[in-house]
């Protein structure tokens, strides 16, 4: 979960027994709100990684279940433009994590592309 504490990831990049062929998983992706990613803030977090970890032994993901949250944001037909947009319910939780992982091999951030309905 590096949502809630980012920083853990040096504890397990500077130990001893760090093994960098190992896969670990990064939940980038808050499970436990409804608001939407920081991108900026995933792709750095990615950065400082892949300076220890190959980019193949990374996987992208949740820091939680989605359990926590609604399903999906397009059903909600009531929520003002102004806030929606800044809403992730599950359904834009799974997109947002196809995203990142995207964003992080792509030499270009086109979120145009990668949010268009």
């Not at 040096?10 to 093994?19: G, P, Q, R, V, Y």
């Not at 436990?32 to 990374?58: C, G, M, Q, V, Y």
Request: hydrophobic share 40%; with cysteine.
């Amino acid at each position: 979960d590096l949502v809630r504490c980012s920083l853990q990831i040096d504890d397990i990049l500077h130990t001893e027994n760090f093994n960098p062929k190992t896969h670990i998983s990064l939940g980038l992706v808050d499970g436990r709100n409804i608001w939407i990613n920081n991108f900026e803030d995933s792709l750095k977090i990615i950065d400082k990684i892949t300076t220890k970890i190959p980019a193949d032994k990374l996987w992208i993901a949740t820091s939680c279940s989605l359990l926590h949250v609604p399903y999906d944001l397009n059903s909600e037909k009531n929520i003002q433009p102004d806030i929606k947009q800044w809403l992730a319910f599950a359904q834009q939780k799974l997109e947002e994590v196809v995203a990142i992982k995207h964003l992080a091999s792509a030499d270009n951030n086109d979120f145009v592309y990668l949010f268009e309905e």
